[in-house]
T-cell receptor, first 109, second 117 residues
């Protein structure tokens, strides 16, 4: 069983729509959860960082962690064309990050 | 920009050759981690260096090796290159000593794109 599962399917949405992304993970000991954004031919950049369960909001972005179901989510409100990128979930497991495969999001003007 | 730099940006090698990739960590960060990202995949952890010592290794063969220098910059060496080694190689720096639990946050460089023919 992979540590982090993220359905890698691409996602196309019209500008202004809500984007919903999610991952599941296998090890209940994980405490730190991240979402990274990666533009084409660039390194990943940290978008959101959450410790344990709960919600965290930063502008148009909301990250949710449900440790009881080992489920993490990212919501992007009022999506913009500049949000078009690959979004990677990651969990911090003992000095290393375990990543999902990523979702390529395209926001159509 | 994260302040993490990597060189070179692109590299083409042939099967069996050896390659060295370099990374300069963000100022003040004493930990460097290396990841391999194949096309269409998430990054896979190779190993981490903390204060010049290896501090964890992923599921990669011994022909992947590394170094960290006193200024916390780092090298990734890959011997006997195989076609499947073609990927984006990312380094990330962090400082586990930062308070508030955010020390494990890793900041990535732009990567080195390696093509093995």
């Amino acid at each position: 069983q992979k540590e982090v599962e993220q359905d890698p399917g691409p996602l196309s949405v019209p500008e202004g729509a809500i984007v919903s992304l999610n991952c599941t993970y296998s090890n209940s000991a994980f405490q730190y959860f991240m979402w990274y954004r990666q533009y084409s031919r660039k390194g990943p950049e940290l978008l959101m960082y959450t410790y344990s369960s709960g919600n965290k909001e930063d502008g148009r972005f909301t990250a949710q962690v449900d440790k009881s179901s080992k489920y993490i989510s990212l919501f992007i409100r009022d999506s913009q064309p500049s949000d078009s990128a690959t979004y990677l979930c990651a969990i911090d497991g003992n000095n290393r990050l375990a990543f999902g495969k990523g979702n390529q999001v395209v926001v159509i003007p | 920009e994260t302040g993490v730099t990597q060189s070179p940006t692109h590299l083409i090698k042939t099967r069996g050759q050896q390659v060295t990739l370099r990374c300069s960590s963000q100022s003040g960060h004493n930990t460097v981690s290396w990841y391999q990202q194949a096309l269409g995949q998430g990054p896979q952890f190779i190993f981490q260096y903390y204060r010049e010592e290896e501090n964890g290794r992923g599921n990669f063969p011994p022909r992947f090796s590394g170094l960290q220098f006193p200024n916390y910059s780092s090298e990734l060496n890959v011997n006997a290159l195989e076609l499947d080694d073609s990927a984006l190689y990312l380094c990330a720096s962090s400082d586990p000593g930062l308070a508030g639990g955010i020390g494990e946050t890793q900041y990535f460089g732009p990567g080195t794109r390696l093509l093995v023919l």
